[in-house]
């Protein structure tokens, strides 16, 4: 089986969020599975352009076992970071780059038996296949998957974008809500046409039915009966183990994670110029942006945040990400008025070295998203011994179990995630060995890719079989 994999981003080449850690190992997985598989990724002008996927399985001659990567550059597109392009930039190349990927194939002479698509970026591929190039009687047929890893994101453009896709605008629904002059949702036009739509948890794949959830699309995804499955995602034990990761200063086991954890606490604490101490730490690793629950954390202004809070309850908070002027600035102004305290720190960057110490070094972990489609950083946290209190939604209610591995709050406010945090922090400070028995559970949590990939191979052969029989049919 041949399979096209396409994202924007792909780790450890780049990497913005959690696709970034999929699309950089899952394709690695499934070629330990058999599947001739192979990645386009943009060629930003900003990266080093490795032939392969970094770190093949072992016991594989390599080039055998190893992901092809294809980079796909252009003069004036790809020049920046993903966060910083304005939202006309971003349409414009990814308009082109969807294209490209289906002009390409003659140049690779590769031909795919499914193109693999992951989020709006790449989901006007599925539009053009289905109508340009399926018409061509030189193209042998080629099924459509479309990963949805977050719905929120839609890709809503203006209808230059077609123009750069090589599609008339009679092909895609248009939305007409012109007040900006944008009337095209790349992303619903990709559900629309692709042979099979999934995403990344099956309690995500059942909430976007709704209308709370459902971002606009609930109706169109219900349209996708039968075709539209939640595949939990998974992380690479290989980079992710606080038994052998370089990026971690002090590294363990289930059998000495407190001396491990302890001594990175310490080391975290001098360099943020954090008190040292062995209170608890809180950890947060995330993009800032609405989904991942900031506002809970900072509060509206009135009374005091639940970050106040606590600190108050003499624990530490360390925040590392970037993402929102808004969120920057609320989370600065909080740091400036919590200095004196020494108990809270935040780090406005990309730090993948950072990231791995907060989550070896914290002993709770704060993931309050709105909503969540799957999340990865619950489970690293989790593999790293750092309990995470999350809201009950999506791939972490697939995920935590309250109480086992980590705490969980069902109603979407303040005082609820806060008495969860509340919870965890007594337990930490007075149940040393229940504690201990809830981290050591949440270590062995098996969330492995393999088992993604496992699904996903199968998923691949669904969408054959459907792709196939329907031509049969025809
Ligand atoms: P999302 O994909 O919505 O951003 P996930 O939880 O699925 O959220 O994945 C986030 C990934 O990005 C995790 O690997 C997390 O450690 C990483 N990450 C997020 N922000 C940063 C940052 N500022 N520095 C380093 N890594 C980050």
């Known amino acids: 089986m041949k399979v096209l994999f396409a994202a924007y981003e792909a780790a450890p080449i780049y990497k913005v969020g959690g696709l970034g850690d999929i699309a950089g190992s899952l394709p690695r997985f499934l070629k330990k599975l058999g599947v001739d598989i192979r990645l386009v990724i943009p060629g930003y002008s900003f990266i080093e352009k490795a032939p392969f996927l970094p770190g093949s399985p072992r016991g594989k001659p390599a080039g055998q076992a190893q992901v092809p990567i294809y980079y796909l550059s252009h003069p004036r597109y790809f020049r920046k970071e993903h966060h910083l392009l304005e939202e006309k930039e971003a ?26 698509l992951n989020d709006w970026h790449v989901a006007l591929t599925a539009v053009i296949l289905k109508h340009r190039f399926a018409k061509d009687d030189r193209c042998p047929p080629i ?22 896709a090589g599609l008339e605008k009679s092909l895609c629904r248009v939305l007409r809500w012109d007040r900006e002059n944008r009337d095209i949702d790349v992303l619903m036009e990709g559900i629309i046409h692709a042979d099979w739509v ?18 606009g699309l609930d109706e169109i995804l219900k349209g996708k009966e039968g075709k539209l499955t939640g595949v939990l995602n998974g992380i690479d034990y290989r980079l ?5 990761d370089k990026l971690l200063p002090h590294r363990y086991g289930l059998t000495n994670w407190q001396a491990g954890k302890g001594a990175n606490k310490l080391l975290l604490q001098k360099s943020l110029g ?13 993009r800032l942006v609405e989904q991942k629950g900031i506002d809970l954390l900072l509060g509206d202004g009135r009374g005091k945040s639940i970050l106040e809070q606590i600190i108050n309850f003499g624990a530490q908070v ?5 993402g929102e ?21 935040f780090l406005n960057r990309f730090d993948e070295g950072l990231a791995h110490l907060i989550y070896g070094a914290s002993d709770i972990f704060l993931m309050p998203s709105v909503f969540e489609p799957c999340g990865l950083a619950q489970m690293i946290a989790m593999r790293y011994g750092s309990l995470p209190v999350v809201h009950r939604t999506g791939g972490l209610a697939d995920t935590v179990k309250d109480g086992m591995t980590g705490f969980w709050f069902t ?5 609820e995630f806060f008495k969860r945090i509340q919870a965890a922090l007594n337990l930490c400070l007075t149940d040393q060995k229940k504690w201990g028995k809830m981290v050591e559970n949440a270590m062995r949590e098996d969330f492995s890719l393999e088992k993604s990939a496992r699904e996903y191979l199968h998923l691949y052969q669904q969408v054959l079989e459907l792709k196939r029989g329907r031509k049969d049919g025809e």
């Open 198 to 215: 999934n995403t990344v948890s099956p309690t995500y794949a059942r909430e976007i039915l709704t209308k709370d959830y459902g971002y």
């Open 240 to 244: 992710w183990d606080p038994q052998k």
């Open 274 to 286: 954090l008190a040292g101490n062995k209170r608890p730490l809180l950890g947060m690793v995330t």
């Open 91 to 116: 349409w414009e190349q990814f308009a082109w780059f969807s294209r490209q990927i289906l002009a390409s194939l003659p140049d690779w002479d590769f031909w795919p038996d499914i193109v693999h």
């Open 143 to 164: 099924a459509t998957l479309l990963t949805i890893h977050n719905l929120a994101y839609q890709g809503v453009s203006g209808p230059d974008i077609l123009k750069l």
């Open 318 to 322: 360390v925040v590392l990400g970037q």
């Open 325 to 345: 002027k808004a969120y920057i600035q609320k989370l600065s102004l909080m740091e400036r008025k919590l200095k004196k305290t020494k108990k809270f720190s």
């Open 411 to 415: 109603k979407y406010d303040p005082p």
